[in-house]
Nanobody
Framework: EVRLVESGGGSVQPGGTLRLACAASGFPFSESTLSWVRQAPGSKLEWVSDINRFGTEWYAESVKGRFTISRDDAKNTLYLQLNNVKPEDTAMYFC?????????????RGRGTQVTVSS
């Protein structure tokens, strides 16, 4: 059974930083493409970033240059570093094991961690 547990969310001021983490189990982590998606209040799930098993990264245009996805295969943990955050980054952030690249609504995802950006 795929299990994904996010942590690290919180409240942050515009321009601030946060680091999200996702502890994974129940599947071959090191062989898997992993992703982050987010859902703002009243909006649909939105793809944020992918990382494949070779460490190649992809980003949505809205976060490119500000967010960094990474993985630690020894710890079965996925990360998302959020820098220079903006109010529009406010959302519930989910880590996921997607079936497709750039998938907005992957079935296998955690319960999420809330990020709130406000002054």
């Amino acid at each position: 059974e795929v299990r994904l547990v996010e942590s690290g969310g919180g409240s942050v001021q515009p321009g601030g930083t946060l680091r999200l983490a996702c502890a994974a189990s129940g599947f071959p982590f090191s062989e898997s493409t992993l992703s982050w998606v987010r859902q703002a209040p009243g909006s649909k799930l939105e793809w944020v970033s992918d990382i494949n098993r070779f460490g190649t990264e992809w980003y949505a245009e809205s976060v490119k240059g500000r967010f960094t996805i990474s993985r630690d295969d020894a710890k079965n943990t996925l990360y998302l570093q959020l820098n220079n955050v903006k109010p529009e980054d406010t959302a519930m952030y989910f880590c996921a094991k997607p079936l497709l690249f750039r998938q907005n609504d992957p079935r296998d995802r955690g319960r999420g961690t809330q990020v709130t950006v406000s002054s």
